[in-house]
């Protein structure tokens, strides 16, 4: 990819041409140009003849493809550059490859005042087990050191750091020899992160954006909340973001409103929504995720956090303040108490009114027929991590392991969702699953459940237009003219009309239908290479020697 000499300006007229424009605007696209930070333009290679000599920059795309810039919808921008910077444990095949990382890792930072991994999952392991507090505490050498499971819903920590958390031992969710969930698990997580200090925390927030921007990302929805991180640490990532080139941070923050004073500070911390990581219940990993019937694999149905009164409640305050609400629900139960508050709420305020918020829902794994119809009926946003299906699904999957094959084989109903007209907005929910855009597009595509399954076109606007959306924002993610000019640049292969299974409605591939191409998203194909990623006009990534 060739351009122009140009020097750089906050509003220079930018034509890219020789490429193929992802756009509903013109199906055959090959070019665009833009301006003042918006598309202003998007057409033929012939037409563009006549913008190359007004422009302040000409970029030849040499074949590359255009496309929206990606939103992931749902993220926690620390804790994913902590885990691109620190102690990853996502690649240890046993208990004790995660036991020598540890030990590698102590040794070589001497000076960290709380050694913090990421990303272990027993259910891999052939110990099908995690480490016990001794163990941990050996390898450790006596160091305080907060390991979260990969799904960031319990945590093995050793005594060094339980030390540094005054009675820890009589709160919900502490087991001496297994992992803590929890009050116990959210102050230990307080107590660790209180160790990084605020030169490391820009660090990893920068390294996170830094990632995003390399693949496409222009855009990121930050999920914090007191549960989750510390104000300080939200406050500090909207102000980096906003600060300098990079990918835009929506934050969102975790905490119950009340009344107007609760909805006016939700705003005065930066939040579009008191919304994200605002816990229903916890996860199915953990055995946390509140279910209507026992796991498989425990003599339990996990743990609510809230109650419908408590939903209900929320969603009513954040409605007549004008405010976005939101929840964190994967039970089936959870979700069940998720649409009866909700529904309470709207018969408060009234449907209209509820609609109009579109209040959101993260994970939202565990959905019958009778939730998806709500989540439809309410005007609900399913905000959604289709890799954790590529992860945890199958017939031998953790998922089947925690629950089943048969209610496994439910889990992240998406085309059902679409079927009902819900709205889905995809995210990976970093550090859990890694940033990966075209990867979670693939895993919706080829969903481990056949009629789950989606077309590529459906999840790609589901990673673009989708995150705009849940944000109450329809004049983005797309690449039409008056549109903010987020897009990224790829190379990548032929472009194609693709659905994965016959059953999934898909439009005509024959070229004569206008349906803009994309990238082969077929298990085992190259997925695109990022070269460039530009936000609102602005150059934010640019591949090294391209």
């Known amino acids: 990819m060739t351009e122009s000499t140009a020097p750089q300006s906050e509003h220079r007229t930018v034509l890219l041409r020789g490429g193929d424009v992802h756009s509903p605007a013109d199906p055959f ?20 003849d006549a913008f190359a000599s007004g422009v302040d920059e000409v970029i030849d795309l040499e074949g590359a ?8 919808a749902h993220v926690h921008t620390t804790a ?15 208990l004790g490859e995660a036991l020598a990382l540890v030990a590698a890792y102590v040794a070589a930072h001497p000076a960290d005042r709380v050694v913090l991994g990421h990303g272990w999952d027993a259910a891999r392991w052939p110990e099908q087990r995690p480490p016990s507090r001794a163990e941990l505490d050996e390898a450790a050498a006596g160091r305080p050191v907060y390991l979260p499971r990969i799904d960031v819903h319990s945590a093995v920590v050793t005594t060094a750091l339980l030390d540094l958390v005054p009675g820890i031992a009589s709160m919900s969710g502490y087991r001496p020899e297994e992992p803590l969930t929890g009050a116990a698990h959210h102050a230990v997580r307080a107590a660790a ?9 820009a660090g990893a927030q920068r390294a996170a954006l830094a990632r995003a921007a390399s693949l496409g990302i222009g855009t990121v929805h930050e999920c914090g909340g007191p549960d989750i991180s510390d104000e300080e640490d ?9 600060g300098g080139p990079g990918p835009r941070v929506f934050g969102y923050w975790a905490e119950q409103v009340g009344d107007e004073k609760d909805a006016l500070r939700i705003r005065e911390l930066g939040a579009v929504g008191a919304a994200g990581d605002l816990f229903v219940d916890g996860s199915l990993g953990s055995h946390t995720a509140c279910l209507h019937e026992p796991y498989a694999d425990a003599p339990h149905a996990g743990a609510a956090h809230l109650d419908a009164a408590q939903i209900a409640a929320h969603v009513a305050a954040c409605t007549e303040a004008g405010l976005q609400a939101g929840f964190h629900a994967i039970g089936d139960a959870a979700l069940t108490a998720v649409v009866d508050g909700i529904r309470t709420a709207a018969e408060k ?7 109009a918020a579109r209040h959101r829902i993260e994970h939202a794994e565990m959905l019958t027929p009778e939730t998806v119809a709500a989540f439809a009926e309410l005007g609900l946003t399913a905000s959604v991590q289709p890799a954790f299906d590529a992860a945890w699904g199958g017939e ?41 855009p ?27 237009r989708g995150g705009w959306r849940a944000v109450g924002r329809d004049d983005a993610g797309t690449l039409v003219p008056g549109a903010p000019a987020d897009y990224a640049v790829w190379r990548t292969d032929d472009l194609v009309v693709q659905a994965p299974d016959d059953r999934v409605a898909r439009w005509s591939t024959d070229p004569r239908s206008g349906t803009p191409g994309l990238p082969d998203l077929s298990p085992g194909a190259e997925l695109p290479v990022c070269l460039r990623t530009v936000v609102l006009g602005q150059t934010v990534y640019v591949r090294p020697n391209e």
């Open 29 to 48: 696209a090959t070019a665009m140009v833009v301006e003042r930070g918006h598309v202003a333009w998007v057409g033929s290679e012939g037409a563009a």
């Open 65 to 72: 493809l255009v496309t929206p810039a990606f939103t992931d």
């Open 80 to 94: 994913t550059g902590l885990a691109l910077t620190g102690l990853d444990l996502s690649g240890a095949r046993n």
């Open 193 to 201: 992160h209180g160790a990084v200090s605020p030169r490391q925390r």
């Open 234 to 242: 939200f406050t500090s990532l909207l102000e980096l973001a906003a």
């Open 349 to 355: 305020v009234g449907l209209g009114r509820v609609r």
């Open 396 to 436: 031998e999957g953790m998922y089947a392991q925690r629950l089943g094959a048969g209610r496994a084989g439910t889990l992240n109903p998406y085309a059902a969702l679409l079927r009902a007209g819900v709205p889905l907005a995809f995210g990976s929910d970093s550090p859990v699953t890694p940033l990966d």
């Open 438 to 464: 075209w990867g979670t597009v693939r895993a919706a595509a080829f969903h481990r459940t056949l009629e789950h399954r989606i077309s590529v076109r459906a999840g790609f606007t589901a990673h673009t």
